[in-house]
């Protein structure tokens, strides 16, 4: 197979598509569509799985999880396989900031975690794999879901490092800043003992 050269018109084009796939907001599709009201009047007012888990609808909170992270993967599949890895990782970062600051919406959209790990698994999948189960953890023990959050997409890099995976340590630290910017109301109610914990079943 001939090697793929991605041109700047190209990298622009998968720049706009992988914006345009993550700013898909499934959040609010999957509220209305199942009678759950707008999801911007509901909880934290955010627009992602941990939000819809408020309306009571864990299937609905499951389902936005999914597709939320799918669409990230979504983008970077599509763009590896048609213009190569450069492409693959810009459209993944856009598909990260479409889903957060979608044209849609104002421009008003989630924190991006779901997102993250889909881009991240569909990159490297062991990177991605490894930031899922710091989430995992975390949440299960501390049953914080922005701590959980925090902590997988700071350890990201770090994992991809260790795993020989130079290639994307750039565009995991890029997105690890973008999530903490994100969750800086957060970080602020985790560090004064107000940040809501994950209910227990």
């Known amino acids: 197979m001939p090697e793929i050269i991605s041109t700047p018109g190209i990298l622009t084009l998968w720049a706009l598509a992988g ?13 209305r569509a199942l009678g759950l009201g707008d999801l911007r009047r509901i909880g934290s007012g955010n627009i ?11 299937g609905a909170a499951a389902a936005t999880l999914l597709l939320d992270g799918a669409k ?5 599949l599509l763009a590896r396989a048609l213009a ?3 492409a693959a990782q810009l459209a993944g970062l856009f598909a990260f900031l479409g889903h957060c600051f979608p044209v849609w919406l ?26 899922c189960a710091t989430w995992a953890a975390v949440a299960a023990v501390m049953r914080y879901s922005s701590l959980a959050a925090l ?11 260790l795993m020989g995976r130079g290639e994307v340590v750039f565009l995991a630290l890029v997105l690890a800043v973008l999530v903490y910017i994100r969750h800086a109301g957060n970080i602020s109610r985790l ?8 209910r227990r079943k």
């Open 19 to 31: 914006y345009l796939l993550g700013s898909i907001p499934f959040g609010i599709i999957l509220a």
């Open 151 to 161: 902590l997988a997409a700071g350890f990201t890099p770090v994992w991809a490092l």
């Open 48 to 58: 992602g799985a941990t939000n819809v888990l408020r309306t009571g609808n864990r």
């Open 72 to 76: 990230g993967a979504l983008a970077v």
């Open 84 to 86: 190569g890895e450069d």
């Open 106 to 131: 104002r421009f008003r959209g989630g924190k991006g975690v779901a997102t993250f790990l889909g881009v991240m698994l569909a990159l490297a999948w062991p990177v991605g794999l490894a930031a």
């Open 191 to 198: 560090r004064h003992g107000t940040e809501p914990r994950i």
